[in-house]
Every structure is written in structure tokens, then in C-alpha cells.
């Protein structure tokens, strides 16, 4: 398996530099679809205990939030006072 590594990385660049970069974020889109289908289905699959379609439902909800907050989140505001190394 260690042998596929390596290859598999550089494919994945040219990739990525083939295809361009519009094309890779509709892919990360779909993926994102794709989970929240996943997780649809599967509550639709389960009837009497959907707990754990819910939990699944809940963990993906928290990721997909935290991808939105650092989307469109302003950045935080430099301070001044603070800094690693202060002058001296």
C-alpha cells in the first residue's frame, strides 16, 4: 500500500492542474450534496431508532457550519498592543 502513495499524489496534482480550479470546487460541492444525501437516506432507511441517523445528521450539520463560519466570517481584527515579541 506505501507503494501507491506517491503516485497517487502527483495524480491528484496534475489533476487538479488539468482541470482547473473551477472545476475541483464543483466537485468539493457535490461532495457536500453528496453528504447530506448520505445522511438523508440513511434516516429514511432506519424507522423505529433513528438516533444514530440524527447523530450522523448532527455531526455533519457541526462540520458544514464550521466550513460556512470560516467561509464568511470577517477576519479578526489585528490588535494592537499584542504580539509575539514585543520590542526590546
Not at 457536500?32 to 444514530?52: E, F, I, N, P, Q
Not at 470577517?74 to 526590546?88: H, K, M, V
Request: charged content about 10%.
Amino acid at each position: 500500500m506505501g507503494f501507491y502513495g506517491p503516485d497517487s499524489t502527483g495524480q491528484l496534482s496534475c489533476g487538479l492542474a488539468k482541470s482547473g480550479r473551477r472545476l475541483w470546487n464543483r466537485l468539493h460541492k457535490i461532495v457536500y450534496l453528496a453528504g447530506v444525501a448520505g445522511v438523508l437516506h440513511y434516516w429514511m432507511l432506519v424507522k423505529s431508532d433513528t438516533r444514530l441517523p440524527l447523530t450522523f445528521a448532527f455531526v455533519l450539520a457541526v462540520l458544514l457550519g464550521y466550513r460556512l463560519l470560516v467561509k464568511f466570517a470577517p477576519p479578526p481584527a489585528p490588535q494592537s498592543g499584542a504580539s509575539l515579541f514585543p520590542p526590546g
